[in-house]
Each structure stands twice: as C-alpha cells, then as structure tokens.
C-alpha cells in the first residue's frame, strides 16, 4: 500500500460518548430519540435521524440497525475492534476510554505484554463498571485479503463471549470501515451479519444492535442504506470472504497491486498517529464553549 493509500485512509467513522446500563433493551426508535438532538446539531441540516431505525431477526437473534453513537445506547457489552499487537485509542476506543475510564484499554495492553500479538478474529473481554463488559476483537488492519473474514470470525466470538458472560445485549460499531478499513460498507454488512448468523444458527440468542456513524451525513446515509439492503435482502446468507475493496478504483480495481507487501510500519505508525491526533484536534474544538452548542456539547 502506498503512503497515499493510506493517507486516504484517515477518513473514518468517529463514535462519541454517552451512558449504557446492563440488561435493558429499549426498542429501536427509543433508541434513535434518546440523541435525537444531539445528532441532529452535530449533523446540520442533514438530520440523520431521519433514517428511521430498522429491526430484523436472524434465527432467535434479533438485529438492531441504528445511528449514532454507539456508547449511547444501553447494553450489557460494548464491542471494541483492536489492533492485533496494539491498543486502540482513538475512534471507538476513545469513545470507550472517555465514557467507561482506562481500564479496558490497561487490560489489553497488559494481554499483549503478557501473551504478544493476537490473533487476528479473536475476542477478548474485559468487566467494566456497572457489570457492563467490553469485548475486545482483534480485527483492526488485518488487510485487504483476511479482513473480511477476520470481522465474521470476531463478530461470532465476540457474540459467544457476550452469551457466556450472561449478556441480553451487544452493540457493535460497522466493522472493517474504519480509517484503515478496507471493506466497503456492504461487504462489512455481509461479513457482520455472516458471523451473526454463525451464532444464531448454534443456537444463539441475543439482542444485537449494530450502530452506524459517521461525520459526512451522506456517508452515514449511504452506510446505513448499506446495512439495511443486505439485512432485509439475506445476501448475506452463505457469504464467502472477499478481497477488500473499498480503496478500488471506479472500475473495481484494487489500487495497490496485490503482491506488494504491507507498508512498512513507520507508514503505518505515522497514519495512527495522525489519525488519532485528527481526532484529538476535533475533540478539542467541540469542547470550546462557544462552539460546543454547534457539535451539540
């Protein structure tokens, strides 16, 4: 991947923060209303709440489609994608570290100095307060050719993680479409709703809520759009991995050639830390009095 790939990775989606309690499981739209302010300021006049929630079942599983900030919405465990040899704090990882403290993101610095990298699928889960759990899956960056299975892989294990740990409710974040994600949003919706149906199909039953955000309102309207047709249209029933595409050329061409090697971690160091210093810049004007009526502070 070239220096250029990969600063066009630095666009993502960025969750923020609110407060969730265990075992409660509100319907959708009262999901949607309890930001419903906040998205539509943050936002413009492009209200995302007018994408109206949308409800499916996968086997005794139940699918929750929604936007907005994933630490919104009340749940007993909270999904948060990590790299496979470091910690995320940035994106929803910061999103977790405002709202629920540190203490997920010690842990799994504290797993990858004890036991070394991870493998990339793998769920590992942390207790947090309130007997909230966050489950952590090592899916960030995999690249282009394993990330597709990697998300069906983590979605499933976090899934059984979450069931052994007696949870009724899950929230995810759209996997894989992340500033170094490499999946368009279908193909993340295909892989998600694969590795729920592995689950469903064992016998599993919980109640997932996949949030969708993004900063571009057309983008999180064309997400969102993404995730609804393959739910309601089951394409995602037997899907097969797939080579990574988003980063494709208008005629569906990988722009990197396949058999370049990954970039040199240097490339990759520099793009983290000037995504997480993006976020930061951002984080910082929001919480500027005057402007934080305008990012609904």
Same mark, same amino acid.
């Given at each position: 991947m070239s220096i250029y790939g990969v600063s066009q990775k630095l666009s993502g989606n960025l969750?923020?923060?609110s407060s969730a309690s265990r075992n409660h499981q509100p319907a959708p739209q009262a999901q949607a209303d309890a930001f419903h302010q906040s998205l539509k300021v943050r936002f413009g006049s492009s209200d995302p709440t007018e994408i109206q929630p949308v409800q499916g079942k996968i086997?005794?599983?139940? $699918?929750?489609? @929604?936007? +907005?900030?994933?630490?919104?919405?009340?749940?007993?465990?909270?999904?948060l994608p990590e790299f496979n040899d470091s910690a995320s704090d940035s994106g929803v990882g910061g999103a977790i570290i405002r709202k629920f403290g540190r203490t997920a993101l010690n842990d799994y610095i504290h797993l990858l100095q004890t036991r070394g990298p991870q493998q990339y699928g793998d769920a590992h889960v942390t207790p947090i307060q309130d007997g909230k759990y966050i489950i952590h899956v090592v899916s960030a960056d995999s690249g282009r050719d394993k990330e597709f299975k990697t998300i069906q892989d983590s979605v499933y294990h976090a899934l059984q993680q979450?069931?052994?740990?007696?949870c009724?409710?899950? $929230?995810?974040? @759209?996997? +894989?479409?992340g500033a170094l994600g490499d999946l368009t949003d279908e193909q993340s919706a295909k892989a998600m709703l694969s590795g729920i149906k592995k689950f469903a199909d064992e016998g599993g039953h919980l109640t997932i809520t996949i949030a969708v955000a993004d900063l571009n309102p057309n983008d999180l309207q064309k997400k969102f759009q993404a995730f609804q047709n393959v739910l309601e249209s089951g394409s995602y029933v037997n899907a097969k991995p797939e080579v990574g595409t988003r980063w494709a050329n208008p005629g569906g061409v990988v722009q990197e050639n396949?058999?370049?090697p990954p970039p040199p971690p240097t490339v990759q160091a520099t793009a983290q830390r000037s995504h997480t210093f993006l976020e930061s810049f951002i984080n910082w004007l929001r919480n500027l009095p005057i402007l934080k009526f305008f990012f609904g502070g």
């Open positions: 969750a923020a923060t086997g005794d599983t139940t $699918v929750n489609l @929604t936007v +907005g900030d994933m630490t919104a919405i009340p749940a007993s465990a909270y999904v979450a069931q052994e740990k007696g009724e409710s899950i $929230v995810m974040p @759209t996997l +894989g479409t396949a058999n370049v």
